[in-house]
Each structure stands twice: as C-alpha cells, then as structure tokens.
C-alpha cells in the first residue's frame, strides 16, 4: 500500500521558539488594545511592526507587511509568539468553566482504544507473516503501542512503544512496514510533530533494534524486497539546518536500502532532475516480480505508473502510465497483468487489467465499471477483490471475483466510516475498522471465504453513545448543487435556533469526510452541543467530478458550500448566529479564513487551526508547491486572480467587525508552516473594528497534528471548548 502525507489536512484535533532567550524581549514589548465583548475589559495585542515588502504578481502589487514573521527562528518572531501566548493564556484563565472542561474531557480521553486509522494505512490490526499485529492505548497513553501476537488468538506482546522514547510524548511513530515473512520492522520516528522522519529496523522476534538508520525521509513508505532483505523508500537532500522546517522540500529520490548496510551505501533506484516536484511510491508485488513505482506530481487527480522488472538483468524503469490524466493504483498482479484501479474514463473509480506486455490502453480490459457509488478503496485478496465504496459519503462494502462480478455484500454495522489494513494476496482473512460519530473504533475481522465478520477488538467505553444519534440531511448550496450534511447530537434536540452548533469542513484533497469518533466532540455534544460536518465540494465523496468542483479556479465552489450549510442550519433552527462556530484545520482553517471574511456577519465564532492562510505564497514553503493541483499557481494571471480573490491574508478588511476568533498553530508544523498563521494573526488584530477578541494559540513541540501526543491534544480541546462557552455563551 502506498502511503502519502503530503497534503495539508488534520482530521485530528492535531510551537514555537527558544523562549528563555526571548523572554525579556516578549515583556517589553508594545501593546495595542481592543475591547473584550464578553467582560468589557481591554484585550491588548502585541504590536507587530509593518515593513515595507511589496510583490510583483503579473504586474499587480501586493504589499506584505508582516513578511518578517515567516522567518520563525528570528528573535523578533520568537518574542511576538511569545507575548501572544501570554494574552491567549490570560484570557482563557479567566474562563471559570475551563478546569471543569478539562476534567470531563481527561474522563472522555481515557478509555481503551483502537484506532480507526492509523499512519493513514493501518486499521487498528494488521497481520503479516501469520502473525498479528496491533495498535492500542490504554485511555491516556501519548501514543498509541505497537503489540504482536506470534499467532492467531496467541498472548499479545509489546513491539513498539513509542511513549517510552521522549517523557512529554512527542517522539511519534510516523510511518512502518513489515516484510513478507514477519521477521523485521522497518518503522519510523517523526520528532515534534515534524514530518521528517528517521527510519530504523527492529527483530520481531526479540523485539531489538538493528543497527540501521535512515535520516531526511518524508512522505515516504518502506516496500520490502521479497526476500526481505532490504527495502526501497523516498528521501530528500538535507537541507540547511536553519531552514529544516521551512525550506521547499524537492528532487526526491528514491532508494534501496540493505538491512545492515549504512545509509551512505543505499542504491539509487530513480531520480527525475528535470522533475523536481516528483515524488515516489514504491510498492513490490507480492511475489516479488516487480517494483512498482507510483509517480505523484502534487496534483491530487493524477498519478503516473512505472515500473521495473526485478527479474530482468536491464532493470530499466518502464513508463507504463506517463500521462498525467487520472488516478492509477496498483492492486496486484496475476504474472503480466497488473489488476489496478482507477479514475481513467471513470471519475468515480473503475477496476481494469494491464498486461504489461501489450500495454496500448487499446488493450486495457475493464473488469469493474464504474458504479452509481464512488470506489473509495479496492484491494486483491485471495482471488477476489475487496471493494469501498461511499454513498453520500459513508461507508459500503461488496467482494467481487477477478471476473468482475459482484459475489457478496459485506455487511457493516450501519452508517459510518470503515478502513481496511493492507493484506497480501494470498491471505485469506483481513482487517476492519468501523466507526460512527457517536461510537469509538471497533475492529473487524474479516473472513473472505465465508463473508463474515467477527468483533477482533472493541473499545472499552466511559460513556453512553446510546444518549445521541445522527442524521444526515441535503441542502442546496448558491448555485443549486446538493451536499450532504451529518448532524450529530443528543437524542430529543428541540430546535429553537438556542443550540450552541460546531460547524465543520474541509473541502479539497480528494478527502472525503466520513464518520468519525473524537471524545472532544462527544464532550461538546454531551454539553448540549450540535455537531455539524459538511461534505463540501474539494472532497471524493462523489468522486473526481465532485472534488474537481473545489479546485483552483472553481474554489469558490467550496466556500459557497460551507456558507450555505451555516444559513441552512439557521433556516431550520438548529441554531442561530450567535450560537454558531466553525472550525476546520489545514486546508480547512483556509476554509474557515475565507468564509469569515466573506460573511463576518454569519458567524458567533470561528477557529481556524494551521491553516493555510496566505495564497500568494504558500507554495514557496516545504511541500507546499505540490498544492498547486488543488489551489493553482500564483505565477499564473488567472489562478492569480482566483487566489487572491479568496486569500484570507490578503482579504481582511480594516474596519470589519469580525466575530471572535481564536487561531491555532505549531512551532514545528512542516505541512503548513507557522508565518500563515502569525502573519494572518497580526493582519485580523490590526482590521478588528469590534469587541470580539482576535486570540492564537500557538503549540510547543507539536507540529501539523500526526503524533499529537493525548496530552496536548486534550490541553487544546480544553482551551477551544473553552472559548466556545465564553463566546457562544453556553452554560455547563
């Protein structure tokens, strides 16, 4: 299985600076006051001196004030983050409700779970080897620990515990692989939050690490050789020291390491110097023929496909799809003949077979059409194939033989989310996770002969989910399109437009949001809350057309959508301006950016949490220039104008009464680097012509939301529940 992190997203509730050095500069800086609404008091901001830096976009200028809050290891950065967190934190210790939130949520943290996801591959168990392989924590572990059971139902063992690396949890397993056979881990450990990764190997057996090291990898998976003696991975040239967490991470390689050798022997598998915003996904068949290369441009709607022959003395790489037209995912092969899925003449998914010997699409046989549903995931086992689908955007499952026809529903436990952990093809059972809004992960064994599947593991609940419930409802955005909504909340709501409502988003990157489990948004329904998830244009819920809809030129689409949710959630009385916040992260805090400059009016509250805030220059930025398939370029007059026509830096308007906000960021985010957010903080506390408070929290050895440790995630659901019972007026 291929596995990328490369676009900006945090589905979890997932930092900055040398404060000692920084601490006298932070007092003594000047402060610029606005009035606090909820307590008539001054708020008083830190003042964030202007410079005089003006761009030159295809002839149209665009100053830049705040340009030197982007270089995050300046002292004059470090004391402004420093004497924002000091304004942040005296407001929220005036919150008397806040040391009751944080106990409840500490209650609704600890519980024995599984994950639904995890490493965006792995459904909570995964087997390799005949052995099993599982993740769990106790309820208030920092981080999830890798056990194993040398055989089916045998006593479990631990592997892997990450949290006994660093005390405060934030050394976090990033990314892992066992080869074929079951004997050797290749895993790898991120430091704060930062996607770069360092990738060792442990004996399964004996539970002890090898001698090899692996530095400056990212977006990368480690695919075993067949024989298990090595494996191909993705790595990028180091860069400066100064720059590690900001510079653009480009020219990719990709390498093959052998077990016991250094890092300095690796072989150079493949390179593309004219291609330097290429990166690879190796993958090596299951019987270990071929070393099959998935080529990604930063694009999200495409991917090339090469290949190499591992049994020919050439070892040439053969450009088996180098047109970038659509999504190819190798599934398996049957000797010559690739089984792959894809959106080829398919926007919503098909299955088709390649013979790599008479590779003309001519000769491509389709053996899955595309269906009415989109193909969210598919996966060859045991001579059949293992087909997700989504149905307005939640979760279905059919097995299908190699013929294509459809041999059996898979049974789910209802409407939610569903993950499948990586099999071989000749394995004969597999892995599922299901979730709901309202119910933790339980895990799946699936037993593909008899088409049965039995509870593997099941979270241990604190809570009742039985006091809630979902529905889904279909509203129309501005330009008559018809989106799908999840509601959440507990049983009997009477809708008088009172109800403190969580509206959430985040539209792009072929993401598709479906059910899932937090304990903070149980706290905030348990509190009388409504949660209310939008599956806004951008995502893959309806496939290729759906997420194409929300890209470049056409994301207005997406703002649109969210927009619409809040007035249809008003119209119908759930809740009312007031009583309404949003929230999303990452390209969703570019979300939440956008539509509060476009209707400040609408909103009682807004938290935008590492967002992408300035699209002029976000591409200048670690991965950032591989976003340009979903955003455009700046560097293009008409996605120029598009860009800067919804950018939430550039968009703020001195004199607007902005609702109050509190902005979310990480001192060691690599994804969406921290200036977005403090150059965005400086320009709406600057405009804010009204009381509300304009506040950022700014996270210390954490980084885009990947190995958050529980601790830190439970200290920001604190203080975000928080300012929603001060701003929205809840009472506990």
Excluded at 50 to 77: A, C, F, I
Excluded at 471 to 488: I, N
Aim: glycine share 8%; with cysteine.
């Amino acid at each position: 299985m291929i596995v990328r992190y490369t676009e900006p997203i945090v589905r979890t509730s997932k930092t900055y600076m040398k404060y000692a050095a920084c601490l006298l500069m932070a007092g003594a800086m000047l402060t610029q006051s606005a009035e606090n609404k909820t307590n008539g008091n001054r708020t008083a901001y830190p003042v964030a001196k202007k410079v005089n830096v003006v761009d030159d976009y295809n002839g149209v200028k665009v100053p830049d004030p705040y340009r030197w809050l982007e270089d995050t290891n300046s002292p004059e950065t470090t004391a402004w983050v420093e004497a924002e967190n000091k304004v942040t934190q005296a407001y929220l210790a005036q919150i008397p409700e806040r040391e009751k939130i944080r106990k409840r949520l500490t209650e609704l943290f600890d519980y024995e779970r599984y994950p639904a996801v995890y490493l965006d591959g792995y459904a909570g168990v995964f087997q390799a080897g005949g052995k099993h392989f599982i993740f769990r924590n106790n309820g208030l572990q920092n981080q999830y620990v890798l056990y194993v059971t040398d055989k089916p139902g045998g006593p479990e063992r631990v592997l892997l515990d990450p949290n006994i690396l660093r005390a405060d949890g934030t050394a976090a397993l990033s990314a892992l692989s066992v080869d074929h056979s079951g004997k050797l881990l290749a895993y790898a450990i991120a430091q704060a939050g930062s996607d770069w990764s360092e990738w060792h190997v442990r004996d399964i057996a004996t539970g002890k690490d090898l001698p090899d090291l692996l530095q400056w990898t990212k977006f990368t998976n480690a695919a075993w050789t067949h024989d298990g003696r090595g494996f191909y991975y993705q790595s990028f040239p180091q860069p400066d020291s100064k720059a590690a967490l900001t510079a653009s991470n480009e020219k990719a390689k990709l390498y093959l390491h052998r077990i016991g050798e250094p890092q300095s022997s690796d072989k150079l598998i493949y390179e593309r110097s004219d291609q330097p915003r290429w990166m690879f996904g190796p993958q090596v068949s299951d019987d270990g023929r071929y070393l099959v290369n998935a080529v990604f441009g930063g694009d999200e709607s495409w991917n090339l496909l090469f290949y190499q022959d591992l049994q020919s003395a050439k070892g040439k790489m053969v450009e088996l799809i180098n047109q970038a037209k659509a999504k190819y995912n190798f599934l398996g092969n049957d000797g010559t003949r690739f089984y792959i899925q894809t959106t080829d003449n398919a926007p919503k998914g098909r299955i088709i077979v390649i013979d790599v010997n008479h590779p003309e699409p001519a000769n491509w046989r389709e053996i899955v059409p595309e269906q009415k549903e989109t193909l969210n995931s598919a996966q060859l086992v045991s001579g059949k194939l293992i087909l997700s689908y989504l149905k307005d955007a939640h979760a279905q499952a059919t097995v299908a033989g190699l013929d294509g026809k459809v041999q059996h529903e898979i049974a789910l436990p209802g409407l939610g989310g569903v993950e499948w952990s990586p099999a071989y093809s000749t394995d004969t059972e597999m892995f599922y996770s299901f979730v709901s809004f309202t119910s933790p992960p339980a895990i799946y064994r699936y037993d593909v002969q008899s088409n049965q599947s039995t509870v593997y593991r099941q979270s241990k609940l604190s809570f009742d989910p039985s006091q809630y419930e979902t529905e889904q409802v279909f509203y129309s955005s501005k330009d008559g399109t018809r989106v799908p909504m999840f509601l959440v909340h507990r049983k009997g709501l009477k809708r008088d437009g009172q109800n403190p409502t969580l509206l959430y988003g985040y539209g792009g990157f072929n993401i598709a949001m479906t059910p899932t489990f937090s304990p903070w948004f149980l706290g905030w329904m348990e509190a009388g809350g409504v949660l209310a998830v939008a599956n806004l244009r951008g995502g893959s819920e309806y496939g290729e057309a759906w997420h194409a809809a929300g890209t470049k030129l056409h994301k207005q689409n997406v703002f649109d959508d969210f927009i619409a949710a809040a007035e249809w959630l008003i119209a119908n009385k759930y809740t009312s301006t007031p009583k309404l916040a949003i929230h999303g992260g990452s390209n969703g805090g570019l979300l939440i950016g956008a539509v509060l400059n476009q209707r400040p009016d609408l909103f009682g509250a807004a938290m935008p949490a590492v967002g992408v805030m300035d699209m002029l220059r976000y591409n200048k930025f670690t991965i950032g220039a591989a976003w340009e398939g979903d955003y455009g370029s700046p560097q293009k007059q008409e996605e120029f104008k598009a860009l800067r026509a919804y950018s939430p830096l550039q968009n703020i308007r001195a004199g607007v009464h902005y609702p109050p906000t509190l902005i979310t960021t990480s001192d060691h985010d690599d994804r969406v680097v921290p200036g977005h957010s403090f150059k965005y903080t400086a320009t709406l506390q600057a405009a804010q012509a009204g009381p509300a408070p304009i506040l950022i929290r700014i996270e210390t050895r954490a980084g885009h939301g990947a190995g958050k440790p529980t601790t830190k995630m439970i200290e920001e659901a604190t203080d975000r529940f928080a300012f929603l019972v001060r701003e929205l007026h809840m009472k506990l």
